[in-house]
């Protein structure tokens, strides 16, 4: 019981309230992400190119809405954006339903898109804002797992839900996709308000120009774009390699892919815990090291085996690749927050949220035009590129400030030593 305890995150219930808030969310982004090509597609008639254009203007929106909603919350505050978004949010994903030809579903992923712009920035910024830096680590990793069980469960919720033999019964996933976003407006309500720009003489406001002029941080973004690029965001392109290259069936991609969301939400609190009083710059390292090696491992295993046992190696794969998810979830917000000025929070929150979409547009793209080319040299390429980044990240640490080279112990055990 002393150990479970230990892992119990010590945080205000203003931060539980919003986390409840991002949980909702996630339970409806499981609920209709998965099957929105599918619905776009099968159920509406909308060809496949056509389809994944649309699904990519959401992305490419968000890419400038995101740092257009820096400056708003440092001016307005997060909870008025955050609010902002949930609602073009709603509109977005509920406006799905309405969808007959392709110029509505641009218009619905462009309403969804802004949402997504604001979103992100405006909830790392009261997450950071309402808790002690000695919690921020336990704040972010907690916001991972809900984020990932809240995707596993509306996955779950959706499939067993949307058929294309009734095409309403998508409209009931889009429906309870936008009442998410209504519930947690209500749930924001109960959440007081953070500014990153107070306004006062001695407090100007300050311009993007002042963050991009911050080395430390500029650092920060620049590894975590190359990280999430090469990384992370190649899962995105697993599924067509395991079912093309090494013949795993679609209920083999959906375990692989439960494999990986089991170990963030079992895993991702014990790993926080290993992770207090650490030099960050390292667990970063060791974030590209996993990242790289599980991507080299990929080909290895299409190599040597196929189907059944295919799909129980890249459960593997995937688990491992969860934990350097743990690893990544525990410093890199935290990271950011503690190196940001409180004045130009939601400035810093923006671009954080910038390298987290543009890795995600670029790593997808990149990886499908190598897959096409050849299913090892994809591999290759981003696992020696993790690998390249996980080995020189300890390098940047001189450009840290020495107050942030550290995960935080929590108050307790601030008195203890470090490694």
């Given amino acids: 019981m002393r150990y479970l305890g230990s892992l119990r995150p010590e945080i205000p219930r203003d931060v539980r ?74 509109l977005g994903f509920g406006g799905y339903v309405f969808v007959h030809e392709p110029w509505q579903g641009f218009l619905a992923a462009g309403l969804a898109g802004l949402g997504n712009g604001g979103f992100w920035p405006a909830q790392s910024t009261l997450l950071a804002g309402l808790s002690p830096q000695e919690a921020r680590p336990a704040v972010f990793a907690l916001q991972r797992v809900f984020m990932n069980l809240g995707i596993g469960l ?30 947690y407006m209500g749930v924001l309500a109960r959440v007081p308000d953070v500014r990153g720009a107070h306004g006062d003489a001695d407090h100007p406001p300050g311009t993007f120009r002042d963050v991009l002029r911050h080395r430390a941080f500029m650092s920060v973004i620049v590894l975590n774009l190359v990280l999430i690029t090469f990384g992370l965001s190649q899962i995105d392109v697993l599924p067509a390699y395991m079912k093309n290259h090494a013949g795993v069936s679609e209920l083999g991609i ?96 923006a671009l954080s949220a910038f390298s987290w979409s543009a890795g995600f547009g670029l790593g997808p793209a990149l990886g499908g035009f190598l897959l096409s080319r050849s299913p090892v040299l994809l591999w290759v390429v981003v696992g020696g590129a993790c690998l390249v980044a996980g080995v020189t990240t300890p390098l940047l640490e001189r450009t840290i400030p020495v107050h942030a080279r550290r995960t935080p112990r929590p108050a307790a055990a601030a008195g203890t030593g470090g490694d």
């Fill in 254 to 349: 959906s375990l692989v892919f439960a494999a990986n969301t089991a170990l963030i939400v079992v895993a991702q609190l014990p790993i926080a815990a290993t992770q207090r009083g650490r030099r960050r710059m390292w667990t970063l390292a060791a974030v590209g090291v996993t990242w790289g090696a599980c991507w080299l491992a990929v080909p290895v295993v299409g190599g040597i085996a196929s189907g059944a046992s295919a799909t129980v190696l890249f459960c593997v794969v995937a688990g491992v690749l969860g934990i350097g998810e743990c690893l990544h979830g525990t410093v890199q917000a935290a990271l950011v927050t503690d190196l940001a000025e409180r004045r130009l929070l939601g400035r810093y929150m």
């Fill in 154 to 183: 509306g996955g779950l919720a959706g499939g067993l839900i949307a058929t294309t033999s009734d095409p309403r019964s998508f409209d009931w996933l889009f429906a309870g996709d936008a009442a998410t976003f209504l519930l």
């Fill in 17 to 90: 309230t919003l986390q409840l808030g991002g949980l909702l969310n996630s339970f409806g982004n499981g609920l209709v992400l998965p099957f929105l090509i599918i619905y776009l597609h099968n159920v509406r008639g909308i060809s496949l190119p056509l389809c994944g254009l649309i699904v990519g203007a959401n992305s490419g929106v968000s890419l400038i809405a995101g740092p257009a909603s820096g400056p708003l919350i440092d001016r307005l505050g997060g909870r008025l954006v955050l609010r902002g978004s949930l609602v073009l949010l709603a």
